[in-house]
């Protein structure tokens, strides 16, 4: 298990979500990458760096949900308690 805090964003692939992704890693974050299509977010995490890591999650699904929280889990020694997801206006 880690020390550094973990952050899970969803929708980080692109647009606010991304941004966001990239200031938490400035602030010593690492970073999950919540994603519905897994290549896309690895490919922000590549462009993201190092502190940052795909997850495939569409929050709409609770089986996703629940893969997730597992993977999470078992990866980075966290229990999933919850997203907050930013819906921009």
């Known amino acids: 298990m880690q020390d550094k805090p973990v952050a899970?964003?969803?929708?980080?692939?692109?647009?606010?979500?991304?941004?966001?992704?990239?200031?938490?890693t400035a602030h010593g974050f690492t970073v999950l990458v919540g994603s519905r299509n897994l290549e896309r977010g690895q490919a922000a995490a590549?462009?993201?760096?190092?502190?940052?890591?795909?997850?495939?999650?569409d929050v709409t699904q609770q089986e996703a949900i629940r893969t997730a929280a597992q993977r999470i889990r078992q990866e980075f020694g966290r229990?999933?308690?919850?997203?907050?997801?930013?819906?921009?206006?």
Do not use: F, S
Request: proline content about 2%; hydrophobic content about 35%.
């Open 8 to 24: 899970l964003v969803t929708g980080a692939n692109q647009g606010i979500g991304l941004q966001i992704a990239k200031d938490l």
């Open 46 to 57: 590549n462009e993201i760096g190092p502190e940052a890591h795909a997850v495939e999650l």
């Open 79 to 89: 229990e999933y308690r919850g997203t907050w997801e930013y819906r921009g206006t």
